[in-house]
């Protein structure tokens, strides 16, 4: 059972615009919200991260948007650059445990 | 500062082969985890250590999987014997754990293995 539900799946976006991907989760328990950079050959970098006491994090193009009573959050990408090119995962911890429960990945593209 | 180091980056091998990944964490970091890549699962928490103790190997696949953390450098993962529904990119993952949620994961670039 997928703990942490994201989409797309896959997603381009035009140079300058704006990339959104979603994620729901279901389990209440969990109270920190990382979000993950990969690159084709790399592992999977913390891009930024969110606790559900905050409804909005913002970091340089990078926000994360919070909505605790739908269980919801998502990534902007504002003025999306070809170098955003990469796979993105949503995550989420439980409560006092320190393992990650990923969503199933969204694989952006961002055309020159 | 040196990251995750995972070896081998890649691994082919012939069904039935024992397989040994290693991986050494981040200086001072107290927890390991060891992820299984594939398209069709995305990324699979297959066990974690907190300070060199296995917590959780719920998500080790059976028991031809094995993993180890003899001290607080070095982890490794086996597969005995491999089989070609094994093939995967395998990541380890290290983080500083203090009772705290918040304390983000670092992967290394992980090894791609092959399994014939």
């Known amino acids: 059972q997928q703990q942490v539900k994201q989409s797309p799946q896959s997603l381009i976006v035009q140079k300058g615009g704006i990339s959104i991907i979603n994620c729901a989760y279901e389990n209440t328990a969990f109270d920190y919200f990382p979000w993950y950079q990969q690159f084709p050959g790399k592992g999977p970098a913390l891009l930024i991260a969110i606790r559900p006491d905050v409804s909005e994090k913002k970091e340089g193009r990078f926000t994360i948007s919070f909505n605790k009573s739908a269980k919801q959050f998502s990534l902007h990408i504002m003025d999306s650059q070809p170098g955003d090119s990469a796979t993105y995962f949503c995550?989420?911890?439980?409560?006092?445990?320190?393992?990650?429960?990923f969503g199933t990945g969204t694989r952006l593209t961002v055309i020159p | 500062d040196a990251g995750v180091i995972q070896s081998p980056r890649h691994e082919v091998t012939e069904m039935g082969q024992e397989v040994t990944l290693r991986c050494k964490p981040i200086?001072?970091?107290?927890?390991l985890f060891w992820y299984r890549q594939t398209m069709m699962r995305g990324l699979e928490l297959l066990i974690y250590?907190?300070?060199?103790?296995?917590?959780?190997d719920s998500g080790m696949p059976e028991d031809r999987f094995s993993a180890k953390m003899p001290n607080a450098s070095f982890s490794t993962l086996k597969i005995q014997p491999s089989e070609p529904r094994d093939s995967a990119v395998y990541f380890c993952?290290?983080?500083?754990?203090?009772?705290?949620?918040?304390?983000?994961?670092?992967f290394g670039d992980g090894t791609r293995l092959s399994i014939l």
């Open positions: 993952a290290s983080s500083l754990w203090g009772g705290v949620s918040n304390q983000p994961q670092h």
């Open positions: 995550a989420a911890i439980l409560t006092g445990a320190n393992n990650l429960f």
């Open positions: 250590f907190n300070n060199n103790v296995p917590i959780d």
């Open positions: 200086s001072g970091h107290n927890s």
